[in-house]
């Protein structure tokens, strides 16, 4: 079964400062996704990043990107230029890829809390 | 275009009464999907719909729960009677069934059950 680990509770980052949220998955499968959703006051789930497994390549979206570790099992999320607007929990979450199409059973974290402070 | 729907935003109910759902998703979407976080846990998987049929309710808690789709469009999760541990945010999300990596999520219902 596979399994998402995010160590960090809660994380607080100054305005315009950098932060790393750290995930670790445990998994035997060689093809997945990895995502990172952000949830803010709202409620709203909204997709930050998402990356597959099969490239080597980390995905950049503006001022979020992922470093991503396969051999490790780690994908961890940077956000550049923290703003106010980025204080949300954020889920670290694994999809596995099957021939087909993937069928949308997302196994997540625990999520980590982040409050972005003027 | 519309997002993904979800009815009524926050219920609270007394233990043993009966509390329906409501998912709107995007439309033209075929996959549905059911997620549930209960407080201080993960987000859990409840059940995936393809138009109207169950791809896969392996989530579902118990027989409780009562998920549907009539003519694939929008979806119920009725849970009767409800006990307490079936407080937290239940949250659906749809895809496209070409796509289906790429979920949309709706804000999410807060139950309470006291």
């Known amino acids: 079964a596979q399994t998402v680990t995010q160590s960090q509770p809660e994380m607080s980052v100054q305005e315009a400062e950098t932060v790393t949220l750290s995930c670790t998955y445990d998994t035997s499968e060689n093809n997945y996704y990895l995502f990172w959703y952000k949830q803010p006051p709202s409620r709203q789930m909204i997709l930050v990043i998402r990356?597959?497994?099969?490239?080597?390549q980390n995905a950049t979206e503006n001022r979020f990107s992922v470093n991503f570790q396969k051999a490790a099992k780690s994908f961890s999320l940077k956000i550049s230029d923290s703003q106010l607007g980025d204080t949300a929990m954020y889920f670290c979450a694994f999809m596995k890829h099957t021939w087909g199409g993937s069928q949308g059973n997302l196994i997540f974290g625990k999520g980590t809390k982040l409050s972005v402070k003027p | 275009e519309a997002g993904v729907t979800q009815f009524p935003s926050h219920s609270v109910i007394e233990k043993g009464q009966t509390v329906t759902l409501r998912c709107d998703p995007i439309?033209?979407?075929?996959?549905l999907y059911w997620y549930r976080r209960v407080m201080g846990k993960e987000i859990k998987f409840l059940l995936h719909f393809v138009k109207e049929s169950k791809q896969d309710e392996s989530g579902m808690p118990n027989n409780r729960f009562l998920a549907e789709r009539t003519g694939g469009t929008y979806s119920t999760l009725k849970v009767q009677p409800a006990e307490l541990e079936d407080s937290g945010v239940y949250f659906c999300?749809?895809?496209?069934?070409?796509?289906?990596?790429?979920?949309?999520f709706g804000s999410g219902t807060q139950l309470s059950v006291l």
């Open positions: 439309s033209g979407h075929d996959n």
């Open positions: 999300a749809s895809s496209q069934l070409a796509a289906s990596e790429k979920l949309f």
């Open positions: 990356q597959e497994a099969y490239k080597q």
